[in-house]
T-cell receptor, first 109, second 112 residues
Framework: ELKVEQNPLFLSMQEGKNYTIYCNYSTTSDRLYWYRQDPGKSLESLFV?????AVKQEGRLMASLDTKARLSTLHITAAVHDLSATYFC?????????FGTGTRLTIIP | DAGVIQSPRHEVTEMGQEVTLRCKPI?????LFWYRQTMMRGLELLIYFNNNVPIDDSGMPEDRFSAKMPNASFSTLKIQPSEPRDSAVYFC??????????FGPGTRLTVL
């Protein structure tokens, strides 16, 4: 059974700082997603990573994948307030996705 | 495209009542997924369909829950009878093959 762990669960960051969210998965997965969820809202797809060493960047967010270590990271550069949200990683096996517990990110001015 | 559409957005009902949640997937998508999100259990996959056929319902919590997809444009998730522990946000998502799953706005269910 595919299991996905994220850490940290909660993260408070000051504006302008850098930080990384980690996502580990337990068995072979053929794709890794990062989603964002604002309070009371739906999940929005940010990135999909399909191969070892894949790196995707959008604005202040950069995601990477190491399939050998079964690890994906989401790096936040020079955080700004509008990045405050809950971030989920999800590992894919066949058609199904298994989601991590989410990381609630709060950016403090 | 309008994205995944769910209705109702909010539902408040009393214990023992039947609840029906509805979903319209993105046109052309061949997979449809039903998820439940709670603070305690996070995001759980309940059931998913491929080309209107249920493929895996192992996440459905118990027989009180049922789901149908009569055609490519419509799916329902029914709870009968509802219980307070069913209170959660229920999301529908759709995808083309194993591409990105796109989520609907969710239905917030409260069972009193």
């Amino acid at each position: 059974e595919l299991k996905v762990e994220q850490n940290p669960l909660f993260l408070s960051m000051q504006e302008g700082k850098n930080y990384t969210i980690y996502c580990n998965y337990s068995t072979t997965s053929d794709r890794l997603y990062w989603y964002r969820q604002d309070p009371g809202k739906s999940l929005e797809s940010l990135f999909v990573l399909l191969s070892n060493g894949a790196v995707k960047q959008e604005g202040r967010l950069m995601a990477s994948l190491d399939t050998k270590a079964r690890l994906s990271t989401l790096h936040i550069t020079a955080a700004v307030h509008d990045l405050s949200a809950t971030y989920f990683c999800a590992a894919g096996a066949n058609e199904k996705l298994t989601f991590g517990t989410g990381t609630r990110l709060t950016i403090i001015p | 495209d309008a994205g995944v559409i769910q209705s109702p957005r909010h539902e408040v009902t009393e214990m023992g009542q039947e609840v029906t949640l509805r979903c319209k997937p993105i046109s052309g998508h061949d997979y449809l997924f039903w998820y439940r999100q709670t603070m305690m259990r996070g995001l759980e996959l309940l059931i998913y369909f491929n080309n209107n056929v249920p493929i895996d319902d192992s996440g459905m919590p118990e027989d009180r829950f049922s789901a149908k997809m009569p055609n490519a444009s419509f799916s329902t998730l029914k709870i009968q009878p509802s219980e307070p522990r069913d209170s959660a946000v229920y999301f529908c998502a759709s995808s083309w093959v194993t591409d990105t799953q796109y989520f609907g706005p969710g239905t917030r269910l409260t069972v009193l």
